[in-house]
């Protein structure tokens, strides 16, 4: 009888708890068989009691877990910043690794993540959800293909309302750093919303890349970094074409708002707005033509983990791996390095309409004189592939970041 490849799943009290539901009752029909699972707290788990009884050995840490057992695959749903630490362990145990996203939270992480891969020679998939649906991938391939023409703009907006026990739920949340000085920069951009910012340099192609950064970062909670902001990205894509994104965000809003993109080309323009159960992502050209894409697929969808194990199996290339996800983790860095020290404002300043409009006007708050913004700072970003960079300075703790001030 072959060997059935074994996984094991770490952070399943959070999101991890979604992949089990996939794969407990299929595992016979995915052709694989979950032999543990880590977490610090397995208590706040909801699937605990199915593990324990399909005799699925529990683990507190994802080290203890690789002191037993050297799985074939590893889920990983563990927090931000512990992303790159886990991946890296993962792999030198020789498992083909599926982290949550996003990626890392330093550039030089990406690096190490690169050489950690190249030595264990397996798979490292980032789950973010919208990489990895049929929508998506047919819009990227028409965007490489040339079908709208030249991109030129591209703007996102999602605002999603936070209250204060978003950030108490656990110790990292709203920080920049933890108290070793690790880098964590968790906020609406590199968490709740990190899938759009990667939307926007994904669906551009293979190669897209930020060479500079403007960033507005503020903060209505009483956190650490932001949850609210306005970054203005260039970009450069791997055909020397320049353009130039926004998204604006935040989390301390009363009324949800999107996702909504507008993705502008020279012969068309690609909308989504996901409060039309409908339409989906859609092309208006120029001409009059219009292609409809279907809508993306939500966090629950199994599409990310279906596509990892087949990448598993044949040790293929995935579609959204560690290069597809270091620009999101460059414009985070860059964001960070830009403005230091969110500025605080009320919660009572923010008005979903003025958002919207400054969405809607490609304007970050303080260029369209909103009363309660802060003219920003713009960063240049250099190559991931280049050197590693020297530690930076930020909240009073050592900070590995990607960009140069300019």
């Known amino acids: 009888m072959p060997c059935v490849p074994t996984i094991v799943v770490a952070g399943f009290s959070g999101y991890g708890d979604i992949y089990l539901k996939h794969l407990l009752p299929a595992q016979e029909a995915l052709g694989v068989r979950v032999v543990a699972v880590a977490d610090p707290d397995p208590s706040r788990s909801r699937s605990l009691a199915e593990i324990r009884a399909a005799g699925i050995e529990v683990h507190s840490t994802l080290e203890s877990l690789y002191a037993r057992l050297r799985p074939d695959m590893a889920i990983l749903a563990t927090p931000v910043h512990e992303h790159a630490r ?4 993962a792999l030198s145990h020789g498992s083909h690794v599926l982290c949550e996203k996003p990626l890392a939270s330093s550039i030089n992480d990406v690096h190490r993540l690169i050489e950690a891969r190249r030595r264990a020679r397996k798979v490292v998939t980032i789950g973010y959800q919208w990489s990895h649906c049929p929508a998506i991938l047919a819009l990227r391939r028409d965007v490489s293909a040339g ?3 030249k991109p030129r703009r591209m703007r996102t907006l999602v605002l999603w309302p936070r209250d204060a026990s978003y950030f108490t739920r656990n110790d990292w949340a709203g920080r920049v750093s933890d ?3 690790r880098p964590i920069l968790d906020s609406p951009i590199h968490n709740a919303c990190a899938h759009f910012v990667h ?3 994904f669906v551009l192609g293979a190669g897209a890349y930020p060479t500079s950064v403007h960033a507005e970062l503020y903060r209505a909670h009483d956190i650490e970094s932001f949850d609210t902001a306005a970054v203005r990205t260039e970009v450069q894509t791997s055909s020397g074409d320049r353009v130039e994104s926004l998204i604006v965000t935040s989390l301390a809003v009363e009324r949800r708002v999107g996702p909504q993109f507008c993705y502008e080309f020279d ?6 707005d996901d409060a039309d159960p409908v339409e989906g992502i859609v092309a208006h050209f120029k001409d009059g033509r219009v292609k409809r894409y279907g809508r993306p697929n939500d966090s629950h969808d199994p599409g990310k983990l279906m596509h990892f194990l087949e990448c598993a199996r044949t040790n293929a290339r995935p579609v959204c791996g560690i290069e597809e996800s270091a620009a999101q983790v460059a414009v985070v860095c860059a964001a960070h ?13 923010l008005c979903e ?11 970050t708050p303080h260029e369209a004189c909103l009363s309660w ?13 280049a050197a590693p960079k020297p530690e930076l300075t930020l909240s009073r703790r050592p900070i590995r970041l990607a960009a140069a001030r300019r």
């Open 86 to 89: 886990h991946i890296t362990l």
């Open 147 to 149: 079908l709208f023409g």
């Open 179 to 181: 108290c070793a000085g």
């Open 199 to 201: 939307n926007a340099l």
């Open 267 to 272: 012969d068309a323009t690609v909308t989504y």
């Open 337 to 349: 390095e830009a403005v230091p020290h969110a500025h605080r404002i009320r919660a009572s300043d």
């Open 353 to 363: 309409s003025e958002l919207i409009d400054c969405y809607k006007t490609m304007r």
């Open 373 to 385: 913004a802060t003219a920003g700072a713009t960063v240049k970003v250099a190559p991931w592939q």
